[in-house]
């Protein structure tokens, strides 16, 4: 009997249920191996036991459950990023031309690709003009055979879209091609970064986008 009005308790039903059995298996053996122990003795003997039950209980596999990784998943440390791209899109919405940056960084020598600079015309929004920029690097990059490929980008809704597998009506060609071309890679992943960090991309996408309506504009004079 426990003295004092101490009292046992888990957390779950298994951990109840085992915590008594065990509480009177513990107090048995301790009682016939060795004679006589206090009651802390045994509460001590009977929570250990339980704490042992309920990690085995977590090890135990659950039948019909499975793990899947994408290739468009964060890449785990046992494969090596070839290379990084930096991207950004400047967009003006009176012309509908947006300028496209990108610039690829990394210690594989397949990395050291030319930087993104180019424009678009017809472009209806910012995020068109983001996810335009993404299939470019990630097209270039599938062309120079890397394998391993992280795209940052801030742009948060399109890298929102991109982990989800997503799309949208007027997105649909754009995000169809970098879900078709993510097929060439062993690990490709979005991810988001501030803006601050992105800026050597942003200054490349914005030079580009005023070459795209400077020059136009000076053919026209």
């Not at 949208?168 to 601050?196: E, M």
Request: hydrophobic share 45%; aromatic share 8%.
């Amino acid at each position: 009997m426990l003295s004092g009005g101490e009292s046992v308790g888990t957390s779950s039903d298994d951990g109840d249920t085992f915590s008594f059995e065990s509480f009177n298996l513990a107090r048995n053996k301790l009682c016939f191996e060795d004679g006589t122990f206090s009651a802390i003795e045994i509460v001590t003997k009977s929570i250990c036991d339980a704490r042992e039950w309920q990690e085995t209980l977590q090890l135990v596999p659950v039948a019909g459950l499975t793990t899947t990784i994408s290739s468009r998943q964060a890449p785990t440390p046992q494969v090596p990023i070839d290379a990084t791209c930096h991207v950004d899109a400047a967009w003006d919405a009176t012309s509908g031309t947006c300028g496209l940056g990108g610039l690829f960084s990394g210690s594989h020598p397949a990395s050291r690709l030319p930087q993104i600079s180019e424009s678009r015309t017809l472009v209806s929004s910012a995020l068109m003009a983001e996810a335009l920029a993404v299939r470019l690097a990630v097209m270039n990059a599938a062309f120079s055979n890397i394998k391993s490929l992280m795209i940052l980008s801030d742009s948060l809704s399109l890298i929102k879209l991109l982990k989800g597998n997503e799309s949208r009506p007027a997105l649909f060609g754009i995000l169809f091609d970098i879900y078709h071309f993510s097929s060439y890679f062993d690990v490709l992943s979005f991810c988001f970064i501030p803006r601050l960090q992105n800026f050597e991309a942003d200054l490349v996408a914005k030079l580009a986008l005023s070459h795209a309506v400077v020059i136009p504009s000076l053919a026209g004079v």
